[in-house]
C-alpha cells in the first residue's frame, strides 16, 4: 500500500475587491497601510510652489502658438 492520499488544504487568502477590480489581502492589509503612512514623513518636498513657473519649469510647444 502506498499509504493515504494527501490532505487537501484550502491556502487560499480573504481579500478585497475594490471598485476597479483590485484585490488586497485581507489579512495583509495592515502592511499595505504602515507602508503608506511611513511616506507621511510631515516634511513637505519638492520645489516651493511660488517657484513653479514658465520661466523656470515651462517647455516650449510649438503647436499652441
Do not use: C, K, Q, W
Not at 499595505?32 to 510631515?42: E, M, R, S
Amino acid at each position: 500500500m502506498a499509504g493515504a492520499p494527501p490532505t487537501v488544504v484550502d491556502m487560499s487568502v480573504p481579500t478585497f475587491t475594490l471598485n476597479n477590480g483590485v484585490e488586497i489581502p485581507a489579512l495583509g492589509f495592515g502592511v499595505f497601510h504602515a507602508a503608506i503612512d511611513a511616506l507621511d514623513t510631515g516634511v513637505r518636498g519638492g520645489p516651493e510652489p511660488e517657484a513653479i513657473t514658465r520661466e523656470n519649469y515651462g517647455i516650449d510647444i510649438p503647436e499652441a502658438d
